[in-house]
């Protein structure tokens, strides 16, 4: 089945310590996402790719970055975790312009230590 | 900038019965698209229902369906026939047309009762 799949479930990572998040997807779809959900909190996006282009939020720390190599992975690099960083992050597709929703994969659950 | 409000952070409900999940939203656009999306425990989150802007029908998915009030901008939805796997958060999502980005609300978590 076509899916997009994120690697870790769970994560735990030192304070500080650089960490990688990653998503692959087998849709073909044009855009991936990255969010950030935190407990009781809506899903927060951090940015986004259009094919190769990227596009990050306004708000979204510096310390929050993104790679996509190709068409079906998705990295996001946390450069420096803080305490504030635990939370789920959702990797998402859709086909071009998203109207017909997106595609999300399980999430990884970041914890900071 | 669009906001996404669901005023009912935990709702309840017993099994067979229905269930009405409430969800406004603010925007000056014309062309938008609205979602409904269910995030079962530890699982992935998956679209329940959308509708279009532009389409004055509601939209409907088997035991799903939404209350779609363009002027009052109010976008419910009724769950019926309430099932035990229907446990889950349920967000309601906004998307501006041509802009590739949904805006969530907090979401509602609902639990079904046997």
């Known amino acids: 089945d076509a899916m997009v799949i994120q690697n870790p479930r769970y994560q735990v990572t030192q304070f500080g310590k650089p960490v990688t998040l990653s998503c692959s997807q087998t849709?073909?779809?044009?855009?991936m996402y990255w969010y950030q959900q935190k407990s009781s909190q809506a899903p927060k996006l951090l940015f986004h790719?259009?094919?190769?282009?990227?596009?990050n939020e306004a708000d979204t720390p510096d310390n929050f970055q993104s790679r996509r190599p190709n068409t079906s992975f998705c990295f996001l690099d946390i450069r420096s975790p803080g305490l504030g960083d635990a939370a789920m992050y959702l990797c998402?597709?859709?086909?071009?312009?998203?109207?017909?929703?997106?595609?999300f994969g399980s999430g990884t659950r970041l914890t900071v230590v | 900038a669009q906001t996404v409000t669901q005023s009912q952070p935990e709702m309840s409900v017993q099994e067979a019965e229905t269930v009405t999940l409430s969800c406004t939203y603010d925007?000056?656009?014309?062309?938008?698209?609205l979602f409904w999306y269910k995030q079962p425990p530890s699982r992935q989150m998956i679209l329940v229902i959308r509708?279009?802007?532009?389409?004055?029908q509601n939209a409907t998915e088997n035991r799903f369906s939404v209350n779609f009030q363009k002027a009052a901008k109010s976008f419910s939805l009724k769950i019926s026939d309430s099932q035990l796997g229907d446990t889950a958060m349920y967000f309601c999502?906004?998307?501006?047309?041509?802009?590739?980005?949904?805006?969530f609300g907090k979401g509602t978590k609902l639990t079904v009762n046997p």
């Open positions: 998402a597709t859709s086909s071009r312009g998203g109207s017909g929703g997106y595609t």
């Open positions: 849709l073909n779809h044009n855009v």
């Open positions: 790719y259009y094919d190769k282009d990227f596009n």
């Open positions: 925007t000056s656009e014309s062309n938008y698209y």
């Open positions: 509708q279009e802007a532009y389409k004055q």
């Open positions: 999502a906004f998307m501006m047309g041509g802009s590739e980005k949904l805006v």
